[in-house]
């Protein structure tokens, strides 16, 4: 109540000083310009690294809300793939998709180590796959089996791939049968597991060392990657001497349910939209009927 009649009888005296009140407001109207243009310049700000063509055309009414959405939409797959590995660093690299759906990330990086017999594979995988082949040797006759292929490069898998496309018309198929037919095989250029140096081909002195590699692999943290039985889901037909790094305890999950990766990635999915998380299953015991990748035609 005072403060009304305060006001009150301040406005009456204003009556008779209208003169000074008018420049008093339009300082006040300055101080408000100058204000909003330097909370405009410090919300500018926030963005500077983003492209001008990125930038919502600037509004008053649309300045509190435009950082946000820019900034979300700023941040590309990649930085939230880093995010991520710092919470589960050891488990992402791990796990990565690449199939004909999947291409390898433009700036994924490697680092390699060379195998014995000259090929590559990422240096991470180079310990726990020399202990499967060290173990392999008794699937094999006693010889340790040799990778014949590891890393690759664009250009080599781009040779590969032209080159099985070209078998196939040599063969009399049309240039999309024999693309169609190739893919089963090679995979796309920056579509093959083997330019991220996460799997190699196998190749053994007998053809025990596959069965072997079958029943052993999930131990060492690889997997069968194209089973006979997963090829519509993989796209590849069976190659029984492609193993894939996905690190033990996801092989062993996927041995035991019977998984091809992308099932397992499905499956990791659909889990972590579960809310109740202490529901799920890690490792579940192997049940005598359980499914597993097996030897077809
Ligand atoms: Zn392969």
Redesign the pocket.
């Known amino acids: 109540m005072e403060g009304i009649q305060s006001r009150d009888s301040r406005s009456r005296r204003s009556q008779g000083r209208r003169r000074r009140f008018t420049w008093r407001d339009t300082l006040a109207a300055l101080l408000m310009v100058a204000v909003c243009v330097s909370v405009f310049l410090s919300i500018g700000s926030l963005g500077k690294k983003a492209p001008a063509s990125d930038l919502p055309k600037p509004s008053v009414t649309g300045l509190p809300a435009l950082t946000i959405p820019r900034m979300q939409s700023r941040m590309p797959v990649v930085s939230l793939t880093r995010n991520a590995q710092m919470e589960k660093k050891d488990t992402d690299w791990k796990l990565i998709l690449v199939n004909n759906q999947n291409a390898i990330p433009e700036d994924y990086e490697i680092t390699l180590a060379e195998l014995p017999g000259g090929e590559k594979v990422d240096q991470r995988i180079y310990a726990p796959l020399m202990a499967m082949l060290e173990a392999a040797k008794e699937g094999n006759g006693g010889q340790f089996p040799i990778v014949v292929?590891g890393y690759r490069t664009q250009e080599t898998q781009q040779f590969l791939y032209d080159d099985k496309i070209a078998q196939y018309q040599n063969q009399g198929y049309s240039p999309s049968n024999a693309k169609q037919l190739a893919e089963q095989w090679v995979?796309v250029p920056g579509h093959?597991?083997?330019q991220i140096g996460l799997?190699?081909?196998i190749n053994g002195a007998i053809y025990d060392i596959y069965p072997w590699l079958q029943e052993n692999s999930y131990q060492y943290g690889f997997i069968f990657?194209?089973p006979g039985s997963k090829t519509e889901i993989t796209g590849v037909a069976e190659?029984v001497?492609?193993?894939r790094y996905v690190g033990v305890e996801a092989a062993t999950e996927m041995y035991e349910k019977g998984l091809c990766l992308e099932e397992y990635l499905a499956e990791k999915q659909r889990e972590g939209n579960e809310p109740k998380k202490e529901n799920r299953l890690r490792v579940r015991r192997m049940s005598p009927g359980a499914q597993r990748p097996s030897l077809a035609a």
């Open positions: 292929s995979a093959s597991e083997h799997a190699v081909d990657r194209y190659e001497w492609h193993y």
